[in-house]
């Protein structure tokens, strides 16, 4: 299916940073209008500038909110004991929002007009501007039930943080103290009571794909798809008629050109099977980064990307490993990681595919050594042992037990 009839309108241009884009996707028959809004989230550090999307049907459907500036710069940075750097420190702590703002002026609509605010997962630069939007609108919000814990609870943040302090230690990540100061300095500079006020009430949970619901009433042409693995609770939205090409915004459960963090990588591969039966979408929009053309091309290389970082993980567990050896090795991931410096989304990503392996009896622990788990490989060809992870992976009524 090609994208022919998806009209597609540039309206403005990126800022230096990356963000500021505003383009229009009309889709066939003029039936439905997606304006994509690109707003400020750091790189490198973070996943790079937040593209929502405004969905104008028979209701005005605002898709996530992105993230206050003002908190990617006190908090993203010092969390991981990073300097701010000079075009970032300059911005203004609202351009996220006035972004936002700008975008939805020059789609022809206003903040007051928003009908429902659907949240594509719980991550913070996808829900930390909502307060805003509900505030001047009244819109309803939607998330997935099992996303509403960190989307709900004002206290998530830390919470989360706290309640992570043991996996930390046990994957081996360094700097933990330090990262713990960085945080608590973050928090003292001013982000402490700002940051409780982010929280959002769900007013519609998702717990099951079909129509997208404005209170009890479906939105026309609007489809819910779950499409768990980034989060538990990530949610793709199919926008346009069944008999007319359509659009997926998928949040970040696929990207390009970065490749999502899986927070499971069993479920999250089990979710790229499953993009691979979506015949009626002929355009992705994700979250972050560029349009996708061609889905089922981009499952087929994320597949095959986490099976080289599966060997890769395996091959190198010949000795005990722990799960920041992994993290930490040169070019494991496209970024250089400090082997003596905090980086938490690497060693999870690590552990995630230790995880998959052991589950396939690929990967065994050796010991704990300092409060550290170490894993060794079994010895077989890595492919008995993919052929074993593809088995769980085709099996969806087997899941993990323990999450190491």
Not at 44 to 66: C, F, K, Q, R
Not at 68 to 81: D, G
Not at 143 to 156: M, S, V
Not at 187 to 216: C, N, Q, T
Request: glycine share 8%.
């Amino acid at each position: 299916m090609g994208i022919r009839r998806i009209r597609e309108t540039r309206i403005k241009a990126d800022s230096a940073l990356g963000s500021g884009r505003v383009r229009q996707f009309a889709l066939p028959g003029d039936t439905c209008r997606i304006t994509q809004i690109t707003t400020f989230c750091p790189d490198l550090i973070g996943p790079g500038p937040t593209n929502l999307y405004l969905i104008e049907s028979d209701a005005l459907v605002l898709v996530d909110t992105g993230l206050p500036t003002q908190l990617a710069k006190t908090f993203f940075y010092h969390w991981r004991n990073e300097p701010v750097p000079p075009e970032i420190d300059v911005l203004p702590p609202d351009q996220s929002e006035q972004e936002l703002r700008e975008g939805i002026r020059l789609a022809g609509c206003s903040i007051k007009d928003i009908d429902l605010l659907l949240l594509s997962h719980g991550h913070l630069d996808h829900f930390m501007l909502g307060d805003k939007i509900v505030n001047e609108s009244g819109a309803r919000v939607s998330a997935h039930l099992l996303d509403t814990p960190e989307i709900c609870n004002p206290w998530a943040l830390i919470a989360g943080w706290l309640s992570r302090q043991d996996q930390i230690a046990a994957v081996g990540i360094p700097g933990v103290q330090k990262a713990n100061r960085s945080l608590r300095e973050a928090l003292d500079r001013g982000m402490g009571s700002e940051a409780f006020s982010y929280a959002l009430k769900v007013d519609s949970p998702i717990y099951r794909e079909g129509p997208l619901m404005l209170d009890s009433s479906p939105i026309d042409g609007i489809e819910v798809r779950h499409i768990p693995g980034h989060t538990p609770g990530s949610v793709g939205l199919l926008v346009g008629k069944e008999e007319d090409e359509r659009v997926l915004l998928c949040g970040d459960v696929l990207l390009y050109p970065i490749t999502p963090h899986p927070d499971n990588l069993l479920v999250y591969l089990r979710t790229l099977e499953k993009f691979l039966t979506y015949d009626d979408c002929a355009l992705v929009l994700p979250a972050h980064g560029k349009a996708i053309r061609n889905a089922k091309s981009r499952v087929e290389f994320l597949k095959e990307h986490h099976k080289k970082r599966l060997e890769t993980t395996y091959t190198a567990c010949s000795k005990p490993r722990s799960a920041w050896d992994i993290a930490s090795m040169r070019h494991y991931f496209d970024t250089y990681v400090d082997p003596e410096k905090f980086n938490f989304l690497a060693g999870r990503e690590a552990l995630f595919h230790m995880e998959l392996l052991a589950m396939a009896e690929g990967l065994f622990r050796t010991e704990i050594r300092g409060g550290i788990h170490y894993f060794k490989n079994s010895g077989e060809p890595f492919d008995d042992v993919y052929d074993r992870i593809s088995d769980l992976v085709k099996d969806t009524k087997t899941t993990g037990l323990i999450r190491y």
